[in-house]
């Protein structure tokens, strides 16, 4: 059957391929959705790009680094560590570049919004400024009129009804517009000299604002103000003075059929926006429009400067700029503040901050689902290779277990089957194991020899040494030594030991190799006392040689005072016989 299974090199890069493609399409989109500026996509894209390559790289290092299964062994602490610092690096990769792209949204989106509610109160204070403007030339249209100014000279000096028709003409073709609620002409002292349209007496206010524009000559605006005792009706007045004290010429609006409507109304839908007329009256901001839901009337609401973070700023900042905190009703807003020129005028354009980051949370997420999408893939992927390590180890174990077990056999095997004495002691001196070897010399049954102390086996004559002697055997060459031991039946025999410490299954147990050195005593000593004997045999040969040698001498001796030749020869390294004189005489 064939193996259709993928080679490890093949699964890693599989898995690479597979990982890399979903990163590219997932960070990529949501790079793209939420860095709009080119200048730091490209900063988050090289980012992105250098922390995907860095984390790749220590995953596939600890791929790589976990040997096959065929001859892996249990996979070390520092690869688990190792495994789960590059999770955490890679979580802290894909949350840092998602709360990176939650803060850069954050920030462009609250700009967007400054930005808007700056150009809606532009927009308010360029429309209220247009409107001011347009009443102020209709006005001066009136001034310039010839016919109008010589009528007004004759008003003023109580000239013939003639005069008064004249000017009410000029009046009521403007008021058919309907722009205009009344037009006026008065005298310098507030007298009305001619009016059209609604007729009104002069409140005080008027009056004042009459004489002011007489004496300064210029164009005043007499804001708003209401004109009944209820509250329900509202003016706003245009004052331009006539040349040659001719008079002031008066045009009246209701500011609540086009002026109220033109700075409340908010360009896109909102559920909290509104924009608000406000102007400033000693120490108070005096809120001309009145807040939306709040029930007050024009101009009824008034807000101290110095208990009011908005109005503190709309003085500090002179009416214009952005201001984030908490209104008059102590809701947190962002709010923009523009001054309408030309006039005591103030517009604010805020909105709740709740339905200001409403989309933004939206989005944020959008985001946190997307960065818990990433962890668990990344997760996913961890966990898949920690499986992968697992097995491998797993596999590894069996197989390592398989071989230890084959190993133990064979070492049983050659224990038991050991010519010598084989004892496996553990700390205490109690003897562990024994193989057959050992039952044999010493005559004990398995069961009895291993209830048996080290102690038991030793000759009670050689007991000051053991003490000594099972210490040495925890040195790294062992130990090595003769002694005397015990057999069950009391009887002695010589050995020789072998000791060292093993370490079995992590504990440490003492390794004795006994060899019963009886039979080598016993051929030593045979062997001893043959070299005696051959040593004695020696010794005898080379006397009587020794006196051979001194017969021979004194033979040669007589000879030659006989004078006749000797008749042994001596040879030159022969040692003079006994008796012998270095010069040569023969002692006698």
Same mark, same amino acid.
Not at 378 to 400: G, I, K, P, T
Not at 542 to 571: H, T
């Given at each position: %059957? *064939? &193996? %259709?299974?993928?080679?490890?090199? /093949?699964?890693? +890069? ?12 997932? #960070?990529?989109?949501?790079? $793209?959705?939420?860095?709009? &500026? ?7 894209? #090289? ?16 791929? %790589? ?5 065929? $001859?892996?062994?249990? @996979? ?15 979580? /802290? ?21 400054? +930005? ?22 209709? $006005? ?75 004496? &300064? ?44 409507? %033109?700075?409340?109304?908010? @360009?896109? @839908?909102?559920? #909290? ?121 797993? /596999? ?59 102690? &038991? ?15 040495? /055997? ?23 030991? +072998?000791?060292?410490?093993?370490? *079995? ?76 004189? @270095? #010069? ?5």
């Amino acid at each position: %059957m *064939i &193996d %259709m299974r993928l080679s490890r090199p /093949a699964r890693i +890069s599989l898995g690479y391929l597979a990982t890399a493609v979903l990163w590219i399409l997932v #960070s990529d989109e949501l790079t $793209a959705t939420l860095v709009p &500026d080119r200048e730091t996509h490209f900063l988050v894209q #090289s980012w992105k790009g250098l922390g995907f390559v860095t984390v790749t790289a220590l995953v596939i290092y600890v791929l %790589m680094r976990t040997p096959a299964p065929a $001859a892996a062994a249990a @996979p070390d602490r520092q690869g688990a560590v190792l495994l789960g610092l590059t999770f955490l690096l890679l979580v /802290a990769l894909i949350a840092g570049t998602g709360t990176l792209a939650y803060r850069h949204q954050a920030a462009a989106f609250k700009q967007q919004q400054h +930005s808007q509610q700056s150009a809606i109160a532009e927009l308010k204070a360029v429309q209220i400024r247009r409107w001011v403007d347009r009443g102020r030339q209709q $006005a001066e249209i009136l001034r310039r009129d010839p016919d109008l100014l010589d009528a007004a000279r004759r008003l003023a000096t109580n000239a013939a009804p003639a005069a008064a028709r004249h000017v009410r003409l000029h009046f009521d073709a403007l008021l058919e517009a309907g722009e205009w609620t009344a037009i006026g002409l008065y005298a310098a002292d507030g007298r009305p000299l001619l009016q059209a349209g609604e007729a009104r007496a002069p409140e005080a206010a008027l009056r004042q604002a009459i004489a002011e524009a007489a004496e &300064d000559g210029d164009f005043r605006l007499n804001d708003v103000h209401p004109v009944d005792a209820a509250g329900l009706a509202y003016r706003i007045d245009f004052l331009l003075p006539l040349p040659e004290a001719a008079g002031v010429l008066v045009l009246s609006a209701d500011p609540l059929a086009l002026l109220f409507p %033109m700075a409340q109304s908010w @360009p896109i @839908p909102s559920d #909290s926006s509104e924009a608000l007329l406000l102007r400033v009256e000693g120490d108070d901001v005096v809120f001309i429009t009145p807040p939306r839901r709040s029930g007050a009337r024009p101009t009824e609401r008034r807000v101290p400067l110095a208990d009011t973070a908005f109005a503190s700023h709309l003085v500090r900042k002179k009416g214009d700029g952005i201001y984030e905190g908490r209104d008059f009703r102590g809701v947190e807003v962002i709010a923009a503040f523009e001054a309408v020129p030309g006039t005591p005028w103030h517009i604010e354009a805020k909105t709740d901050t709740d339905e200001v980051l409403r989309p933004l949370r939206r989005q944020a997420g959008q985001i946190f689902s997307m960065v818990l999408l990433a962890i668990g893939i990344s997760a996913l992927f961890v966990v898949l290779l920690w499986r992968n390590r697992q097995a491998a180890h797993a /596999a590894s174990e069996r197989l390592a277990q398989a071989e230890r077990a084959a190993l133990a056999l064979r070492f049983e095997a050659l224990f038991q089957q050991a010519r010598d004495i084989i004892l496996l002691v553990d700390p205490a001196g109690r003897i562990v194991e024994a193989n057959e070897a050992a039952l044999a010399a010493y005559g004990y049954t398995a069961e009895e020899i291993r209830a048996r102390h080290v102690r &038991d086996l030793r000759d009670p004559d050689t007991l000051d040494s053991l003490d000594r002697q099972f210490s040495a /055997a925890d040195r790294p060459g062992g130990v090595q030594f003769e002694t005397m031991h015990r057999r069950k039946d009391g009887s002695l025999f010589p050995v020789e030991i +072998s000791s060292r410490v093993v370490e *079995i299954d992590g504990q440490r147990f003492r390794q004795s190799f006994i060899r019963d050195i009886g039979e080598r005593r016993r051929a030593e000593e045979t062997v001893r006392r043959q070299l005696d004997e051959l040593r004695r045999w020696y010794e005898a040969t080379l006397d009587r040689e020794g006196r051979i040698g001194e017969l021979k001498a004194e033979v040669n001796e007589l000879r030659q005072r006989l004078g006749e030749p000797p008749r042994y020869g001596q040879p030159q390294d022969a040692a003079p016989p006994a008796g012998a004189h @270095p #010069s040569g005489a023969v002692r006698t």
